[in-house]
Every structure is written in C-alpha cells, then in structure tokens.
C-alpha cells in the first residue's frame, strides 16, 4: 500500500505561515512525483502543487504562486509544503498524494491520507 501521513496544519492568523509535511510509507518516495491537494468546504479538490521526483521541476496554482514553496527529503522521504502570507482563501484541507506532474496541473492516482486542517482566521 502507498500510504502517507499530512501534518502540519493547524490556525493561523492572516499572513502567518505554516509548514506542512507529508510523510510516505510503504514505498520509497524517490522514484514518484508528489501533488498537494486542499478542499474547501463547498469546493472542488484544487491541485496546489506539485513536484517531481528530483524536486528539480514544480508547480503552483496561480493562487498559491509567490506565497507557497513545494519541496521534498528523499532521506527522509517526506514532501513539505511551506505556506507563507496565508490567507483565509487558504483554508481547507490538505492532502497529498503520488501525482503526475503535468506542466499545467497535478494529476493524482492511487490513496489519499487522512489530510491535515489549515485554518486562516483573525
């Protein structure tokens, strides 16, 4: 089974920052590209980012472009995601999941983890 474990989340006020992590098991991480996916209550699943298995090649959805930066430990097999300015937009769910890194947008297969809350609220 490919299975991952996102944390990190949690509530922050407007502008703060949050690093969140997702953490494979059952599977060396190396050799799969990895998106990070969010929903929204009353949204579709939006792809946020999305890296190769380098890490040599990414993407961003417009909104999170200059604000969020994807990155990935190979060592550690984790992907992390470090949200900078967040906004209340920003709040949802995040998931990741091993995805195909399309030049326009993540595309996921396979199981998601349980997901992990962020939350943006003065």
């Known amino acids: 089974q490919l299975q991952f474990v996102e944390s990190g989340g949690g509530l922050v006020q407007p502008g703060g920052s949050l690093r969140l992590s997702c953490a494979a098991s059952?599977?060396?991480?190396?050799?799969?590209?990895i998106g990070w996916f969010r929903q929204a209550p009353g949204k579709e699943h939006e792809g946020v980012s999305c890296?190769?298995?380098?890490?040599?090649?990414?993407y961003y959805t417009d909104s999170a472009k200059g604000r969020f930066t994807i990155s990935r430990d190979n060592a550690k097999n984790t992907v992390y995601l470090q949200m900078n300015s967040l906004k209340p937009e920003d709040t949802a769910v995040y998931y990741c999941?091993?995805?195909?890194?399309?030049?326009?947008?993540?595309?996921?297969?396979?199981?998601w983890g349980q997901g992990t809350q962020v939350t943006v609220s003065s």
């Open positions: 059952g599977f060396t991480l190396d050799y799969y590209a």
């Open positions: 890296i190769n298995n380098s890490g040599g090649r990414t």
């Open positions: 999941a091993v995805s195909i890194c399309y030049s326009d947008h993540p595309a996921p297969f396979g199981s």
